[in-house]
């Protein structure tokens, strides 16, 4: 049965996704969300995520144009912008108590924003897409396991792994050489006074000389959100080292004991490590086959480009992975999500009731705007490149530390990546 005009999907539910989905709702545009994952309850959208600095040009502009702006700061955490960097010995090198004009916002209160601005029958939760490909005339079908429907326009929103990136690029995510452990203390202050004062209450990051760093976030609740990232030439690290199969105590003496890790790293940052450690272990399900959230880090290659194919793109991750070091992850995801939002919408008021009228005016649309994702993805990429290799670096703490202290136009283009670089918000 065809449809009376264009049939839009959305593959993924995150924060592009859903920026999208709300941007279409306000042209009165008709779009389908479809998500793996089931809708998030209430108590799950409270609990603990990590810290997101959105960017005027790109997160903060997506909010805006949704008309959220007013309703965010209801929304924002109470994570400071203070932040601090420290050695290995366990001493601050630079401390900034930072200002209020970049506020933070939690992983899941940002989701929590979106969907409550938009409609319930947008999303199609726990829709697993065993295949997509291209049908003829500007069509797609996507294959549900349990049945097949086919699209007019289908946007790849859908991470790393994207089903929809395929269809229009041969790229393939590449090992980083770094493994990422996230981490959780709850309610630090109280439970952990000293170690409250050693992380301050923003950002903190513990580097040595590459081969492990430390980055800690105040977020929700008073928790501090650790993520131990880890050098390592084996993409299956968890695996090789049993990681999964260790508890609280002996994943702690991993950490703490190996010299390629933390063993020369001082008493401090140990501590903040073995309470992270307790709090966050958790026996392993049946059926599971995890028991920490510990994933290597993968990144497309930079300057990542696709030529426009008729009818489908790919946004956020799916368009240019990279590594979190500067804070450009779901800050680009909503910017694509703004842009290409405004293609579409643009085409539809053009001609939305003859399909094929709509494809051509749709495709002049989004090739210009593709053209400028991919740009802008190419040079954020490169700063996430420029700021990786001085987070793990030689003697990256003091490094990092005399660039801030410096004067002149260097120290001054630092201090404005500083944040970019800490609020990593995986």
Partial sequence: MSSAHPKIAIVGGGPGGLTLALVLHQHGVPATVYELRQRPTEEELDLPSGS?????????KAIQACGLL??????????????????????????????????????HQLMRLLLSKLPDDKIKWGSKISSAERVGDGKTKLDFGDHAEVFDVVVGADGSWSRIRPLVSDAKPEYTGLQNLTLTITNLPERYPELAHFCGDGTMCVLEDGDGIIMGQRGVRQSERLYITMAS?????????????MDADALHQYLVTTYSLYKTFADMPKKLIKA???????????????????????KLPIGHHWKYVPGITIIGDAAHLMTPYAGEGVNLAMRDALDVGAAVAEAWQINHTDIVAFQKAL?????????QMQTRAGEKAEETESNRQLLFGEDAAQKFATLMKGDGEKATRWVALRKKIMKIGI
Avoid at 233 to 245: I, L, N, Q, T, Y
Avoid at 363 to 371: I, T
């Fill in 70 to 107: 007013d309703t965010f700061f209801a929304y924002t955490s109470d994570c400071s912008e203070a932040w601090k960097i420290i050695n290995a010995a366990g001493v601050a090198l630079y401390t900034d108590e930072g200002s209020s004009n970049r506020p933070e916002i939690a992983r």
């Fill in 276 to 298: 992270a450690c307790d709090d966050s272990a958790a026996p392993v399900n049946r059926g599971a086959t995890t028991r920490y959230d510990l994933r290597p880090f993968y």
């Fill in 52 to 60: 997101l600095d959105l960017h005027e040009e790109s997160g903060l």
């Fill in 363 to 371: 495709a002049l649309l989004l090739e210009a705007v593709e053209a």
């Fill in 233 to 245: 030439a084996h993409e299956d690290f968890a695996e090789r080292e049993k990681v999964h199969d």
